[in-house]
């Protein structure tokens, strides 16, 4: 059974496998002959899982951005698209919004439960109701707050540590997948084991992706060996500067960056115009574009500002245009740079150039976060670029290895017409483990390969 609906404006898919599951945690119920129990358990888990989400989607909300609540088997999805990002502080409330807004509920019930007794006159089977709605909602929370990988307290996790520590992040969350299926096997609770097990494994696969190391975000490419060197102190005042944006440390990077300025005898042109860049980064961070403008202007009187910084401004201040001239430029001169790549993406799909936006990202798909590029991806089908949205979904598919990327591959290809290509990755999709064979013959966009090139690789249901 599988529901759609809109609840205050927020798109709820609940597929079939959310039931059953919510079925077989119940089960003991149902054995023990306690059919309305049962029942009462399956409407407990699906508010519960829904405030939950719920609480995701608020926090969403506030950004302007429109959420999509899906529950699944593994529990429930909170997904979102946006062309602008969000702040890492930002993520990490989004994140904890969800078990939070369970924990206010079960706050709530327990305190009418505790202190107005007339609540008690009510038919057993809706207090015993309520009682559960409270344990489910907690344990559900605190199990969500975990640092595991793709629960909540792993997203936390993943943003506080930035994206430069990926690596380290899959590291832990693996690590603490690991240990927990361990407490939990031996609790009996078999659910549980099996869901931590597969987050251990998807951390597995994360932590092999992730590059061992990746530039600074900020960090301007030092290919001109013109440049006089730096003096240490200088040079070792801007290292600390730069990984304090990263880490979104703003007032320490203005101070830094402020130390760098102050030197005397004045340090050479290009750390004062980097000194200058770092604190516009740290303005933009802090959303005060009008002084992130002025830090510009004044990184300019040094040399050339960096590009990825202009580009940037332009784009807090609505100035498409402009930031794509200065983005195209720079890209055409030779910088690759995701920090270059990524806003230009975002004014193109902004500006109605959705395939050359998906040329781009392709181009440097590598660099690209997994949630970014499929993002990319999704748009790219949506608005009819079929062709990239396949090429983005297959390159996603060969660096992670997951079913889902290849079939999205496949879908796409059908699409656009390339049936062979689509039958392929099809093919790809099932060897990597897809076996939904009932979602695939219901699929439109496979209603070209229903004929019998389909049943070929997955049987009709």
């Given at each position: 059974?599988?529901?759609?609906?809109?609840?205050?404006?927020?798109?709820?898919?609940?597929?079939?496998?959310?039931?059953?599951?919510?079925?077989?945690?119940?089960?003991?119920?149902?054995?023990?002959?306690?059919?309305?129990?049962?029942?009462?358990?399956?409407?407990?888990?699906?508010?519960?899982?829904?405030?939950?989400?719920?609480?995701?989607?608020?926090?969403?909300?506030?950004?302007?951005?429109?959420?999509?609540?899906?529950?699944?088997?593994?529990?429930?999805?909170?997904?979102?698209?946006?062309?602008?990002?969000?702040?890492?502080?930002?993520?990490?409330?989004?994140?904890?919004?969800?078990?939070?807004?369970?924990?206010?509920?079960?706050?709530?019930?327990?305190?009418?439960?505790?202190?107005?007794?007339?609540?008690?006159?009510?038919?057993?089977?809706?207090?015993?109701?309520?009682?559960?709605?409270?344990?489910?909602?907690?344990?559900?929370?605190?199990?969500?707050?975990?640092?595991?990988?793709?629960?909540?307290?792993?997203?936390?996790?993943?943003?506080?540590?930035?994206?430069?520590?990926?690596?380290?992040?899959?590291?832990?969350?693996?690590?603490?997948?690991?240990?927990?299926?361990?407490?939990?096997?031996?609790?009996?609770?078999i659910f549980f084991t099996f869901i931590l097990v597969m987050s251990a494994f998807q951390s597995l696969q994360r932590f092999r992706s992730e590059p061992a190391a990746s530039s600074p975000v900020v960090n301007r490419r030092r290919a001109a060996l013109q440049d006089e060197p730096l003096p240490p102190e200088t040079e070792q005042l801007l290292q600390r500067?730069?990984?304090?944006?990263?880490?979104?440390?703003?007032?320490?990077?203005?101070?830094?960056?402020?130390?760098?300025?102050?030197?005397?005898?004045?340090?050479?042109?290009?750390?004062?115009?980097?000194?200058?860049?770092?604190?516009?980064?740290?303005?933009?961070?802090?959303?005060?574009?009008?002084?992130?403008?002025?830090?510009?202007?004044?990184?300019?009187?040094?040399?050339?500002?960096?590009?990825?910084?202009?580009?940037?401004?332009?784009?807090?201040?609505?100035?498409?245009?402009?930031?794509?001239?200065?983005?195209?430029?720079?890209?055409?001169?030779?910088?690759?740079?995701?920090?270059?790549?990524?806003?230009?993406?975002?004014?193109?799909?902004?500006?109605?150039?959705?395939?050359?936006?998906?040329?781009?990202?392709?181009?440097?798909?590598?660099?690209?976060?997994?949630?970014?590029?499929?993002?990319?991806?999704?748009?790219?089908?949506?608005?009819?670029?079929?062709?990239?949205?396949a090429r983005l979904y297959e390159a996603i598919f060969r660096r992670i290895g997951q079913s889902e990327d290849a079939y999205d591959a496949a879908r796409a290809s059908a699409k656009d017409g390339n049936l062979d290509r689509a039958l392929e990755l099809l093919r790809d999709a099932v060897e990597a483990g897809f076996s939904d064979r009932a979602r695939a013959?219901?699929?439109?966009?496979?209603?070209?390969?229903?004929?019998?090139?389909?049943?070929?690789?997955?049987?009709?249901?």
């Amino acid at each position: 059974m599988r529901m759609s609906f809109r609840l205050f404006g927020v798109p709820v898919d609940v597929q079939l496998g959310f039931w059953l599951s919510a079925a077989l945690l119940g089960f003991g119920r149902l054995v023990a002959e306690q059919y309305q129990r049962f029942l009462v358990w399956i409407i407990v888990v699906f508010l519960s899982v829904l405030m939950h989400e719920f609480g995701h989607a608020l926090a969403i909300k506030r950004h302007r951005i429109e959420p999509e609540i899906t529950l699944h088997f593994m529990g429930g999805t909170t997904t979102w698209r946006s062309l602008m990002p969000l702040g890492r502080l930002q993520h990490v409330i989004i994140s904890l919004a969800g078990p939070f807004a369970g924990f206010f509920v079960a706050g709530i019930l327990y305190l009418l439960l505790s202190y107005v007794p007339a609540l008690h006159a009510l038919p057993p089977m809706l207090i015993y109701g309520m009682d559960t709605l409270i344990w489910v909602n907690v344990v559900w929370g605190v199990l969500n707050l975990i640092p595991v990988l793709p629960f909540d307290g792993g997203h936390v996790l993943e943003h506080a540590l930035g994206p430069k520590r990926g690596r380290l992040t899959a590291a832990i969350s693996g690590v603490a997948a690991v240990l927990l299926a361990i407490v939990f096997l031996q609790m009996g609770f078999i659910f549980f084991t099996f869901i931590l097990v597969m987050s251990a494994f998807q951390s597995l696969q994360r932590f092999r992706s992730e590059p061992a190391a990746s530039s600074p975000v900020v960090n301007r490419r030092r290919a001109a060996l013109q440049d006089e060197p730096l003096p240490p102190e200088t040079e070792q005042l801007l290292q600390r500067a730069r990984r304090a944006v990263e880490d979104e440390r703003t007032d320490e990077a203005r101070a830094l960056a402020g130390e760098v300025l102050a030197q005397s005898p004045a340090p050479p042109k290009r750390a004062l115009r980097e000194a200058h860049e770092l604190i516009g980064w740290a303005h933009l961070l802090l959303g005060d574009t009008k002084a992130a403008v002025d830090a510009v202007a004044q990184a300019r009187k040094h040399g050339e500002p960096d590009p990825a910084l202009v580009g940037a401004v332009h784009l807090a201040q609505g100035e498409l245009k402009q930031a794509r001239k200065v983005l195209e430029a720079a890209r055409e001169a030779g910088d690759d740079r995701k920090e270059i790549a990524g806003p230009l993406i975002r004014v193109l799909v902004e500006q109605g150039e959705v395939a050359r936006a998906a040329a781009v990202a392709l181009d440097i798909v590598e660099q690209l976060s997994e949630d970014d590029a499929r993002r990319m991806a999704e748009i790219a089908f949506e608005r009819g670029a079929f062709d990239w949205s396949a090429r983005l979904y297959e390159a996603i598919f060969r660096r992670i290895g997951q079913s889902e990327d290849a079939y999205d591959a496949a879908r796409a290809s059908a699409k656009d017409g390339n049936l062979d290509r689509a039958l392929e990755l099809l093919r790809d999709a099932v060897e990597a483990g897809f076996s939904d064979r009932a979602r695939a013959w219901s699929d439109s966009a496979f209603e070209a390969l229903r004929g019998g090139p389909l049943e070929t690789v997955l049987p009709r249901p």
